[in-house]
């Protein structure tokens, strides 16, 4: 009787899993069946959203449904984020976002809604950015190490915009310092575009950010661009230096982006998410438009998204807890 029971629950365990298999299946042919939503935890216009649009685009065409990027800010990136954490996984609902909220958030707030490292499916990840340190031309620096003496010599009198606090830029603004052993007043923004168009006034002389909304400025002469936080330079803006190469090691850093889903989002569609976005990032039309933008290709499936997101967490931690960096 009991072996007759036990074979019962064998066979229906296997049936079980035939129709979970089944509609998985049925699943992968039929999704997507109406319009998806890309959510993006930052403004429109600014890096995150512009390559969320390239990416809609290239969904959009290759699946036949609608992509829509919405906008969703605030708090650093947590209210899209906690949007997406508690959306069906259906396929419907993505997040496309920078490595704040997918990973560094977790160090910054005293409460988060959720666990970045746990609340989301990783999909992909598309390319990264490098940080610039740019400065209005009434600061008497003509580059990076001339700025941190100009800093050391004149205590207080550079201010160094961030695109707002606890961001990237402000991040890699204090670990610049911190490493330099000089100091700048700080001053957030919300966002890039308003801390440029300041720092070609003069409102602020130092800005600390991603490098796309500057390129033009820098190429212009309107602002000077003294050093990029990444291992090489940027195509982009070929004449300034890595802060390596201008005498200050281990601030390499640089800024990733990563399409997620909430957690429990079918394989079937992650894996052809993930296969259209690798394909889009290797493909000559996807590294020509990201690099326009100042954007480098970077392609990576959930398991390194992984990977970034403890490397990033484990980078930051400790500057973030020097810098008293903290957020409510």
């Known amino acids: 009787m009991e072996r007759q029971l036990s074979r019962r629950g064998f066979m229906a365990g296997i049936a079980g899993a035939s129709v979970l298999t089944g509609n998985r299946a049925a699943f992968a042919d039929t999704w997507p069946s109406r319009a998806t939503n890309i959510?993006?935890?930052?403004?429109?216009?600014?890096?995150?959203?512009?390559?969320?649009?390239?990416?809609?685009?290239?969904?959009r065409g290759e699946l036949g449904q609608g992509f829509i990027v919405e906008n969703k800010t605030g708090a650093g990136g947590n209210i899209a984020a906690t949007s997406v954490v508690r959306a069906a996984p259906d396929g419907y609902t993505l997040m496309?976002?920078?490595?704040?909220?997918?990973a560094?958030?977790?160090?910054?707030?005293?409460?988060?809604a959720?666990?970045?490292?746990?609340?989301?499916?990783?999909?992909?990840?598309?390319?990264d950015v490098q940080?610039?340190?740019?400065?209005?031309?009434?600061?008497?620096?003509?580059?990076?190490?001339e700025l941190?003496?100009?800093?050391?010599?004149?205590?207080?009198?550079?201010?160094?915009?961030?695109?707002?606090?606890?961001?990237?830029?402000?991040?890699?603004?204090?670990?610049?310092?911190?490493?330099?052993?000089?100091?700048?007043t700080h001053v957030p923004y919300r966002g890039s575009a308003p801390l440029a168009t300041d720092l070609l006034a003069g409102t602020v002389n130092v800005a600390v950010d991603f490098i796309p909304a500057y390129i033009p400025h820098v190429k212009s002469g309107a602002v000077r661009g003294l050093a990029v936080t990444s291992d090489q330079r940027a195509p982009q803006l070929p004449e300034v230096p890595t802060v390596a190469e201008s005498g200050l090691p281990d601030v390499n850093t640089t800024g990733w982006f990563g399409l997620v889903g909430p957690?429990?989002?079918?394989?079937?569609?992650?894996?052809?998410?993930?296969?259209?976005?690798?394909?889009?990032?290797?493909?000559?039309?996807?590294?020509?438009?990201?690099?326009?933008?100042g954007v480098r290709a970077r392609s990576g499936d959930a398991a390194a998204m992984r990977t970034a997101q403890a490397m990033e967490i484990a980078r930051w931690a400790d500057v973030i807890k020097s810098a008293g960096i903290t957020l409510d």
């Open 39 to 59: 959510v993006v935890p930052f403004p429109a216009g600014g890096p995150t959203d512009v390559v969320a649009r390239l990416l809609a685009d290239r969904l």
């Open 96 to 102: 496309f976002s920078s490595s704040g909220p997918l």
């Open 104 to 112: 560094t958030n977790k160090l910054l707030y005293k409460t988060l």
């Open 114 to 127: 959720f666990d970045p490292l746990a609340d989301f499916t990783p999909v992909a990840l598309l390319g």
């Open 131 to 145: 940080g610039i340190v740019a400065v209005h031309p009434s600061v008497p620096a003509k580059s990076f190490a």
């Open 148 to 184: 941190v003496a100009y800093g050391k010599a004149n205590p207080g009198k550079l201010t160094f915009g961030s695109p707002g606090f606890g961001l990237m830029g402000h991040m890699i603004g204090e670990l610049i310092q911190r490493k330099a052993g000089f100091q700048m």
């Open 263 to 293: 957690k429990g989002l079918p394989e079937p569609v992650v894996t052809r998410l993930a296969a259209i976005t690798r394909a889009y990032v290797e493909s000559a039309e996807g590294r020509e438009k990201l690099a326009v933008i």
